[in-house]
């Protein structure tokens, strides 16, 4: 199942599959570069364009930070957390914070309600499951960003600091008021594999009518 595709005029070989099953969620990363930021632009400009939406509403929007950007959202989120986690509890927060901002990027995934109410108000035979598409289609998103990171050799977890830290990045990088932020994707060099993992059976989970 090999397929080839062209990405900013590099071709990108690798079995769907095999990317899929290799996407692991990758606590312990480095900001050690591992491909240039132009290339991580390209994958999640690929990304966004190619994801997904039902009606084609394309309400997923996506802000990527480098360097000292990246490093501002984990100190907003550690100084957001260090308003509601106990002090005696706090150096365990601070630590998982720390290590999200060794990495050298951070990918935020919003979604735009004006694009939803407006579909909402299009066709409002639909109404009540337009936001429910919205959050499928984000969910698709996160997912394509976070393979083709992985696929770039790149580690990478998805994390949700949102509400909590909503207001902060919407006053520092302006974002407009209609994107909700719905996940954040700290990124970096892999300096640990992923561990074993367990699944459930597949009988459990599958049914297959013939």
Known sequence: MK?????????????FLKAVE?????????????????????????????????????SGRVV???GEEHNKLWELAKDELRKIV???NFADTEGRIDGFKAGYGTVLFFEDQE??????????????NFPIWSEQASGMLQFVVWTALENEGLGATL????????????????TPDSWVLRAQMPFGKPEIKAGEK?????????KVFK
């Open 3 to 15: 397929h080839l595709n062209k990405l900013g005029g590099v071709n990108v070989a690798k079995d």
């Open 22 to 58: 290799d996407r692991r969620s990758i606590y312990v990363i480095s900001n050690e570069k591992v491909v240039p930021e132009e290339r991580i632009e390209e994958v999640v400009k690929f990304a966004v364009k190619h994801t997904p939406y039902s009606f084609n509403a394309t």
């Open 64 to 66: 990527v930070l480098f």
């Open 86 to 88: 106990p002090v005696e």
């Open 115 to 128: 694009v939803v109410k407006g579909l909402q108000e299009q066709m409002a035979l639909y109404k009540d």
């Open 159 to 174: 994390q949700h600091y949102n509400p909590l830290i909503d207001e902060g990045v919407k006053q520092h990088w302006h």
């Open 198 to 206: 367990e699944f459930q059976p597949l009988e459990e989970r599958v």
